[in-house]
């Protein structure tokens, strides 16, 4: 992507944003646009905090660290979310770097995120993972498990704030984000991280407060990533 494309992609999506939410019946209080930034360097960023965007999503840690680091430094307003997976060994690292952490899906991961969020006495807003399709190789809890993992991290007192899914990529995605609005209702969760670059107008219309767009930003990534 050409970085003067982005600006203007950036500026094309906010305005979709605030069209769907315009036309929904039920939008939630507000949606937040997570500028997805995986797998692209530097110059292809600084155009959008240029144009003033500060909420970015980054799927993997040491990516994360080496690209935003530096760039934190001159922008000390933005605000980093983690999308993707984080293995138990990186949890410090997450808890030091992130404000919100999209992908808490298992017990174990819970507790170690308690642990590094005690000691660096930093709180990053968590939202726990669904599996929605209950597909076998994708990462987080089934919908039937999930009231019961939601009082878990609870009881943790870790800063639980909503449910996030990836609905499967063959099937229309307006159930999944239904059910996903209904295990965050049930449960009294205000945010719902849901909706990417193909259908995040969809996602608003059943309510996510948080859209994950990458490619309709920052055009096609060179390198798959989760
Ligand atoms: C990469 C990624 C996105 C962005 O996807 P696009 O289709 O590029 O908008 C959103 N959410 C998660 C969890 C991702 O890994």
């Not at 935003?68 to 001159?74: D, I, S, V």
């Not at 819970?110 to 709180?123: F, N, V």
């Not at 609905?167 to 239904?178: I, L, Q, T, V």
């Not at 719902?192 to 930003?217: L, P, Q």
Request: hydrophobic share 45%; with cysteine; proline share 8%.
């Amino acid at each position: 992507m050409n970085p003067e494309h982005i600006a203007q992609n950036l500026g094309l999506i906010l305005a979709r944003i605030e069209a769907a939410r315009k036309s929904a019946l039920k939008p939630a209080p507000a949606t937040r646009l997570v500028a997805v930034s995986k797998t692209h360097d530097t110059a292809h960023i600084r155009p959008a905090l240029e144009a003033g965007h500060r909420l970015f999503g980054e799927s993997r840690v040491q990516e994360a660290q080496a690209k935003w680091a530096p760039l934190k430094r001159e922008y000390p307003d933005i605000e980093l979310h983690l999308i993707g997976p984080l293995q138990t060994n990186k949890a410090r690292e997450a808890v030091a770097l992130f404000d919100a952490i999209h992908s808490v899906d298992r017990p174990k991961l819970a507790q170690i995120l308690k642990t590094e969020c005690e000691r660096a006495g930093r709180w990053p807003e968590l939202f726990i993972q669904i599996n929605t399709g209950e597909e076998p190789q994708k990462a987080g809890v089934a919908p039937k498990e999930a009231a019961a993992f939601i009082a878990e991290v609870r009881a943790l007192g870790l800063n639980l704030r909503g449910l996030m899914c990836i609905p499967p990529a063959a099937e229309p995605p307006a159930p999944h984000f239904a059910l996903l609005a209904k295990l965050a209702d049930e449960a009294g969760l205000a945010y719902r991280s849901m909706g990417m670059s193909d259908d995040f107008e969809t996602a608003i219309r059943y309510g996510a407060t948080h859209v994950r767009v990458g490619t309709a930003i920052f055009g096609e990534r060179d390198y798959p990533q989760a």
